[in-house]
């Protein structure tokens, strides 16, 4: 099974490589140690931080951050000292470093009634509190979306995990359908939406079987739940293409603006875990594969750091690697070990490969591939001539960093580096951030 392009009429396949972890059961896996950073995503500490030698348990609030988005310890044990940390996005963050007593012992909040006898209000404040975010790996917390004011007309369940290699989606998905269908009454009750839609790429049959399975169930036939199976198509998985593909409709900025909330599969599955049994975010099931020599899908906690997942899945297979967060189109490349945080998906080790660019040929290759109908090579252009206004004139920041310009030039440019370069100049702008 390949992906293929949205737009190209090349059909060029992209192998997915998911078979060593695929239908696979995830493992549970307790490192000695996590890491929580202690300070919030513009680098300010963390309100109400608690101190060092403070006894924890998962689910206990460290501090919270911007506009009080809390933080959780995701195991149980005792904070130990405060360390500065390579984080998944390549930057030094202070964090927190709690010893894991390997005994999960939960301090959860009060579990929500019935969603019918559920405020809107007191919906919306769990949300919130759980602390969930988009676990596709942008990490945008997910309370924001559901309190936009906006209507709602429908909830898209993004399942399509079209990243190569990556299963998480997949294989936890198909083990706990159930925990999807706990929350789709209290996203009802908050949203009022009319529809809610569940989207699986075609060929992933068990997840397919999964969610039909649950829409068969009695308590379940009264919701307006419907499965959508998609094609098998890069980059699917993105929200814009999703709201194309299920509602038929284009946006400017955000899904909102045509009344649709896309969630990742496993946000959903978090927001159920609140909503039902008090528990707010503290695990994610992660890819380990690649040049590892027991690829596997690892139910780990959050602050784990990328080698103790490397180690238990049996350690590598060469001596030099190349360690990538997240999946191989849209993840982050990392020299050194690092921090996972909440919404990391993937650790991927790659062998080295030397890659000899050549001068660009002007063939249009990036142009037809890019779903945002972006001009790549120009905006590399306006880059190296440090030309905001053009960059600003071809949007480069509406990018999304899915790789595919890199992956389909013919003169093996990194084209998809140079565009987030492109993208990071302008938004340091002053007129970008107020735009924002």
């Given at each position: 099974?390949?992906?293929?392009?949205?737009?190209?009429?090349?059909?060029?396949?992209?192998?997915?490589?998911?078979?060593?972890?695929?239908?696979?059961?995830?493992?549970?896996?307790?490192?000695?140690?996590?890491?929580?950073?202690?300070?919030?995503?513009?680098?300010?500490p963390l309100k109400g931080l608690l101190p060092v030698g403070t006894l924890v348990f998962k689910g206990t609030l460290l501090g919270t951050g911007?506009?009080?988005?809390?933080?959780?310890?995701?195991?149980?044990?005792?904070?130990?000292?405060?360390?500065?940390?390579?984080?998944?996005?390549?930057?030094?963050?202070?964090?927190?470093?709690?010893?894991?007593?390997?005994?999960?012992?939960?301090?959860?909040?009060?579990?929500?009634?019935?969603?019918?006898?559920?405020?809107?209000?007191?919906?919306?404040?769990?949300?919130?509190?759980?602390?969930?975010?988009?676990?596709?790996?942008?990490?945008?917390?997910?309370?924001?979306?559901?309190?936009?004011?906006?209507?709602?007309?429908?909830?898209?369940?993004?399942?399509?995990?079209?990243?190569?290699?990556?299963?998480?989606?997949?294989?936890?998905?198909?083990?706990?359908?159930?925990?999807?269908?706990?929350?789709?009454?209290?996203?009802?009750?908050?949203?009022?939406?009319?529809?809610?839609?569940?989207?699986?790429?075609?060929?992933?049959?068990?997840?397919?079987?999964?969610?039909?399975?649950?829409?068969?169930?009695?308590?379940?036939?009264?919701?307006?739940?419907?499965?959508?199976?998609?094609?098998?198509?890069?980059?699917?998985?993105?929200?814009?293409?999703?709201?194309?593909?299920?509602?038929?409709?284009?946006?400017?900025?955000?899904?909102?603006?045509?009344?649709?909330?896309?969630?990742?599969?496993?946000?959903?599955?978090?927001?159920?875990?609140?909503?039902?049994?008090?528990?707010?975010?503290?695990?994610?099931?992660?890819?380990?594969?690649?040049?590892?020599?027991?690829?596997?899908?690892?139910?780990?906690?959050?602050?784990?750091?990328?080698?103790?997942?490397?180690?238990?899945?049996?350690?590598?297979?060469?001596?030099?690697?190349?360690?990538?967060?997240?999946?191989?189109?849209?993840?982050?490349?990392?020299?050194?070990?690092?921090?996972?945080?909440?919404?990391?998906?993937?650790?991927?080790?790659?062998?080295?490969?030397?890659?000899?660019?050549?001068?660009?040929?002007?063939?249009?290759?990036?142009?037809?591939?890019?779903?945002?109908?972006?001009?790549?090579?120009?905006?590399?252009?306006?880059?190296?001539?440090?030309?905001?206004?053009?960059?600003?004139?071809?949007?480069?920041?509406?990018?999304?960093?899915?790789?595919?310009?890199?992956?389909?030039?013919?003169?093996?440019?990194?084209?998809?580096?140079?565009?987030?370069?492109?993208?990071?100049?302008?938004?340091?702008?002053?007129?970008?951030?107020?735009?924002?």
């Amino acid at each position: 099974m390949g992906l293929h392009f949205l737009k190209t009429a090349l059909s060029l396949p992209i192998p997915e490589h998911k078979e060593a972890t695929e239908g696979h059961p995830y493992e549970v896996f307790q490192p000695d140690f996590v890491y929580i950073p202690a300070v919030d995503n513009r680098n300010n500490p963390l309100k109400g931080l608690l101190p060092v030698g403070t006894l924890v348990f998962k689910g206990t609030l460290l501090g919270t951050g911007v506009d009080d988005f809390p933080t959780y310890s995701s195991v149980s044990g005792q904070i130990v000292s405060h360390k500065y940390m390579m984080m998944a996005d390549g930057k030094v963050r202070e964090c927190l470093e709690i010893a894991n007593d390997r005994r999960s012992q939960w301090i959860r909040r009060p579990a929500l009634p019935d969603a019918s006898h559920c405020s809107k209000e007191e919906i919306l404040a769990a949300i919130k509190d759980s602390g969930a975010v988009g676990f596709g790996g942008a990490g945008f917390p997910t309370y924001r979306k559901y309190n936009s004011g906006k209507p709602v007309e429908a909830i898209i369940v993004n399942a399509i995990e079209c990243e190569p290699y990556l299963t998480t989606d997949y294989n936890y998905g198909r083990m706990n359908m159930s925990e999807v269908f706990l929350a789709i009454p209290y996203l009802l009750r908050l949203t009022g939406a009319k529809k809610i839609y569940i989207a699986v790429k075609r060929g992933r049959e068990a997840l397919i079987d999964a969610v039909r399975k649950e829409l068969s169930r009695k308590e379940n036939k009264n919701y307006p739940v419907a499965l959508k199976i998609l094609p098998d198509r890069y980059p699917m998985g993105y929200e814009r293409s999703l709201v194309r593909a299920i509602l038929h409709k284009e946006y400017q900025a955000l899904p909102i603006e045509v009344g649709a909330i896309v969630n990742n599969l496993y946000t959903v599955m978090a927001l159920a875990r609140r909503f039902v049994f008090g528990e707010v975010v503290a695990d994610r099931c992660i890819t380990v594969s690649g040049e590892v020599n027991c690829p596997k899908d690892v139910l780990a906690p959050a602050g784990t750091l990328a080698s103790d997942l490397i180690n238990f899945a049996g350690g590598p297979t060469i001596r030099q690697f190349k360690l990538i967060s997240g999946g191989p189109m849209c993840g982050t490349c990392h020299e050194s070990d690092y921090v996972l945080p909440l919404q990391a998906n993937g650790v991927l080790l790659f062998r080295p490969t030397k890659v000899e660019s050549e001068p660009c040929w002007h063939c249009g290759k990036c142009i037809d591939n890019c779903p945002m109908g972006l001009q790549p090579v120009q905006i590399q252009m306006a880059l190296k001539a440090n030309n905001i206004d053009r960059l600003l004139k071809l949007k480069a920041a509406l990018c999304i960093n899915c790789g595919l310009c890199s992956y389909v030039c013919p003169s093996k440019i990194d084209v998809s580096n140079n565009v987030q370069k492109a993208k990071a100049l302008l938004l340091k702008q002053p007129q970008q951030k107020g735009a924002k």
